[in-house]
């Protein structure tokens, strides 16, 4: 059985830094896909960044550009999402999500972890 874990989300000011964990079990994704998401309090779930195939080509929304980083372990078994210079409009909760295939669906999401960003 598969399961896709978060972790890494706290209370931080603005600035600062923060890095996600996404721990994947039952299977690698290091030809397929990892990806972040992001769902702040009344809004829709919106994409963050993504890494995927076997050459880890990432991609970012606008709003992560520049500030955030994806990057994952040789196995495929865990990604990071390194943030940096965290801004109050950060704050939502982050879920992963893994999918089998480069440019497929997301197969499994994991139960997402708060990241709140102070002034």
């Known amino acids: 059985q598969v399961h896709v874990v978060a972790s890494g989300g706290g209370l931080v000011q603005a600035g600062g830094s923060l890095r996600l964990s996404c721990a994947a079990s039952?299977?690698?994704?290091?030809?397929?896909?990892m990806g972040w998401f992001r769902q702040a309090p009344g809004k829709e779930r919106d994409f963050v960044a993504a890494?995927?195939?076997?050459?880890?080509?990432?991609d970012y929304a606008d709003s992560a550009k520049g500030r955030f980083t994806i990057s994952r372990d040789i196995a495929g078994s865990t990604a990071y999402l390194q943030m940096n210079s965290l801004k109050l409009e950060d704050t939502a909760v982050y879920y992963c999500?893994?999918?089998?295939?480069?440019?497929?669906?997301?197969?499994?999401w994991g139960q997402g972890t708060q990241v709140t960003i102070s002034s």
């Open positions: 890494i995927r195939g076997s050459a880890g080509i990432t």
């Open positions: 039952g299977r690698t994704f290091s030809s397929g896909r």
């Open positions: 999500a893994a999918g089998l295939t480069p440019f497929g669906p997301y197969d499994y």
